[in-house]
């Protein structure tokens, strides 16, 4: 396993939580409540902050940032060996579990870049991505390095509709233009999706990871982490 900092070991955080209809907008409901809870805490900018657009473009290219951060720390982790052992023995190893939660760690953050791009639900179901995306037979990183780079172009496409330029003077009523926000997020989370089957994740275990993950992040505010 690759050399962590033990504040951010989470393999004996999960849970076994039960699998929640409607997961996908739960998750987003609970991480809009964490970023105004943290927000209160550290004096940050909350999803509801009032606000210029600009200040939440800056805000939404900050949260991409962390989960580029996040991206890389998932390179770092060994778990191809791992993901084979799972393949051929059916079973978990600590490895490939931190690796999912570093998936997971992601995902909080793409919640973040969401939300403060003024999207905090969808009109389809965790349900949906899982089943309308491809499983794989055999464990291929480049997988993962082509769905991360086609979340990456996307994302790039979402900021550039976002008022985020310091060089440019936008209009005071300027609006979002949130149906061509929503499209480019859909077609992300998709291939995020991906990303997760090719470690092993399926929707029940997903929905765990992140569940437990909220929990320790409340836990980790309340103890000055």
Same mark, same amino acid.
């Given at each position: ?9 989470? =393999?004996?955080?999960?849970?076994? $939580? ?38 939440? =473009? ?8 962390? #989960? ?6 998932? +390179? ?5 060996? =791992?993901?084979?052992?799972?393949? =051929?023995?059916?079973? #978990?190893? *600590? ?25 905090? *639900? ?14 794989? /037979?055999? #464990? ?10 086609? #979340? ?20 005071? /009523?300027? +609006?979002?233009? +949130? ?24 929707? *029940? ?10 929990? *320790?992040?409340? $836990?980790?505010?309340? $103890?000055?982490?």
């Amino acid at each position: 396993m690759s050399e962590l900092n033990p504040e951010n070991l989470c =393999a004996d955080l999960l849970e076994n $939580n039960v699998y929640k209809k409607d997961a996908l907008n739960y998750m987003m409901k609970m991480q809009y409540d964490l970023q105004k809870f943290v927000a209160d805490k550290r004096g940050n900018i909350a999803p509801d902050s009032k606000v210029s657009l600009f200040d939440f =473009a800056k805000e939404t290219i900050y949260y991409w940032g962390c #989960v580029t951060a996040e991206y890389a720390e998932l +390179q770092e982790r060994d778990w191809c060996d =791992a993901l084979e052992e799972k393949e =051929a023995t059916g079973l #978990v190893n *600590e490895d490939l579990l931190e690796t999912q939660f570093e998936y997971i760690d992601m995902y909080h953050f793409l919640m973040n870049f969401f939300i403060f791009s003024k999207i905090t *639900e969808f009109d389809l179901t965790l349900e949906d991505l899982f089943d309308r995306t491809p499983s794989f /037979d055999n #464990v291929d990183p480049k997988l993962i390095e082509l769905q991360w780079s086609y #979340v990456s172009i996307l994302a790039g496409e979402f900021i550039d509709i976002l008022p985020y330029k310091h060089w440019k003077t936008y209009d005071n /009523d300027m +609006q979002l233009d +949130q149906d061509a926000l929503m499209q480019k997020a859909i077609h992300m989370l998709y291939a995020f999706i991906l990303m997760g089957k090719s470690l092993g994740i399926d929707k *029940e275990r997903f929905y765990d990871l992140y569940i437990s993950k909220n929990k *320790e992040n409340y $836990n980790r505010q309340n $103890n000055n982490y």
